[in-house]
């Protein structure tokens, strides 16, 4: 608890202080009631970019599966885990909690692969960012580069983000004889041992599928182009200046990044600084006020998994079979 309020008191501490600068204006949100149309294309990429990473977990699940799973069973499952991750600090938090009504979804499914998979889920949702940001970086390398110091520093630590993710993909498809080294290594490891070898079977045992891994990617780059087309539909209306639309993909997932770390709940504070600061970049000095559109949009969206979770809470473990 006192980990919880200190989180709190972190993003309280950091809207007072935006507020405090001048940076952070919230007359800005009834204005943008004006703009209904964009508030309505914003829901509905949201909604898209949940669909789509229920289909991967299910996906992910179905590896080991002896049998498919239902979509909408597995959607009632994300959106619980989307509804925690909104009212509870960090975007990790819900995960686990959507593993204990999960744990009965499939027998032979034991709680180390439940839990990996959802690890893995995690982990090819941030390859589809960084894929994205990486396409993104490269293609706009030279005008970005040249507009600022400070924004091709931030290009450089895209291309960063970006080799890291290739080289987790190179180990991941390692072969099966390098996997043993691997795993020979790590079980001279004190006290982890056991957990690390197991958790890398599973990993290995996910990573057998290439091609699952690799539609994973893909779809996860359309789950972030709908999420960022989804802030940039909102804010847009809002900029100084015109803005180039394709620049979005090279800044803003930077911004989802910070917004995933564990110290804030759903990056309230977190995602505001950041913001402010990636839009500053640009000339846009509003845009710890523009965050506040799509803060309030997708915890709108994750909150419906109160639903599920209240119509699951007195019944027993969803059955996901097909």
């Not at 008191?9 to 001048?22: E, M, P, R, T, V």
């Not at 780059?221 to 989804?230: E, K, R, S, Y």
């Not at 804010?235 to 917004?259: D, N």
């Not at 500053?280 to 799509?294: D, Q, T, V």
């Amino acid at each position: 608890m006192i980990k919880q309020v200190l989180k709190f008191l972190f993003a309280g501490g950091l809207l007072y202080w935006l507020f405090s600068k001048g940076k952070l204006d919230f007359s800005l949100i009834g204005r943008s009631l004006d703009h209904k149309m964009e508030w309505v294309l914003c829901i509905v990429f949201l909604l898209s970019s949940v669909f789509i990473t229920t289909y991967r977990w299910k996906t992910i699940l179905e590896t080991k599966s002896s049998h498919p799973f239902r979509f909408f069973s597995v959607l009632k499952l994300t959106w619980i885990g989307l509804m925690f991750n909104t009212v509870l600090p960090g975007a990790v938090t819900g995960d686990l909690i959507k593993l204990v009504y999960a744990r009965n979804i499939d027998k032979s499914l034991d709680k180390t692969f439940l839990i990996t998979s959802v690890a893995m889920d995690r982990i090819l949702g941030l390859f589809g960012l960084l894929t994205l940001l990486g396409i993104s970086s490269i293609f706009n390398y030279g005008e970005l580069s040249s507009t600022s110091p400070e924004l091709s520093k931030l290009i450089q630590f895209n291309f960063l983000l970006t080799f890291g993710m290739i080289v987790f993909l190179v180990i991941l498809f390692l072969p099966l004889s390098a996997q043993e080294n691997i795993k020979q290594l790590v079980s001279k490891l004190p006290v982890i041992k056991n957990h690390a070898v197991k958790t890398l079977e599973q990993v290995w045992l996910i990573g057998k599928n290439r091609k699952m891994i690799l539609m994973a990617i893909f779809v996860s780059v359309f789950c972030h182009i709908f999420n960022i087309m989804a802030f940039w539909t909102l804010v847009k209306p809002f900029f100084t200046h015109e803005l180039p639309t394709r620049y979005a993909f090279s800044f803003i997932p930077i911004g989802f990044l910070t917004v995933a770390l564990p110290i804030s709940p759903a990056g309230l504070g977190v995602g505001h600084a950041m913001f402010d600061k990636l839009f500053s970049f640009f000339g846009i000095m509003n845009g710890a006020s523009l965050f506040n559109f799509y803060f309030i949009s997708n915890v709108f969206i994750n909150l419906f998994g109160i639903f599920p979770y209240l119509a699951h809470k007195e019944k027993t473990p969803l059955n996901l079979e097909a």
